[in-house]
């Protein structure tokens, strides 16, 4: 079964740190772009950060660049995003997903691998 599970989610104050792994299983993840989306209660979902299958390309939303990191270990099957200087407005539920396109921009659920999700909260 292909499957991406986040982790890591949690509170944390304004100006803090978080990292969330995301764990894939049931396909060749080396074959997919890894992303990263975000959807905040009443906005729309945001598409965070993206990795190309050898780790080489990445793009970021203007939103996060210079804050946020993408990372992958294809030996282990896992992204990772970690996440500097956290603000407020970065609150939302984060998702990882697989896609068979670069940049990974656009996609959408039903389309690609997603996982369930993780929440982040951001303090002020």
């Known amino acids: 079964q292909e499957q991406v599970v986040e982790s890591g989610g949690g509170v944390v104050e304004a100006g803090g740190t978080l990292t969330l792994p995301c764990q894939a299983s049931?396909?060749?993840?080396?074959?997919?772009?890894m992303g990263w989306f975000r959807h905040a209660p009443g906005m729309e979902r945001e598409g965070v950060s993206c990795i190309n299958w050898n780790g080489e390309s990445t793009l970021y939303s203007d939103s996060v660049k210079g804050r946020f990191t993408i990372t992958r270990d294809n030996a282990k099957n896992m992204v990772y995003l970690q996440m500097n200087s956290l603000k407020p407005e970065d609150t939302a539920m984060y998702f990882c997903?697989?896609?068979?396109?670069?940049?990974?921009?656009?996609?959408?659920?039903?389309?690609?691998?997603w996982g369930q999700g993780t929440q982040v909260t951001v303090s002020s």
């Open positions: 997903a697989a896609g068979g396109r670069w940049p990974l921009w656009g996609l959408v659920p039903g389309r690609g691998i």
């Open positions: 049931g396909f060749t993840f080396d074959a997919y772009s």
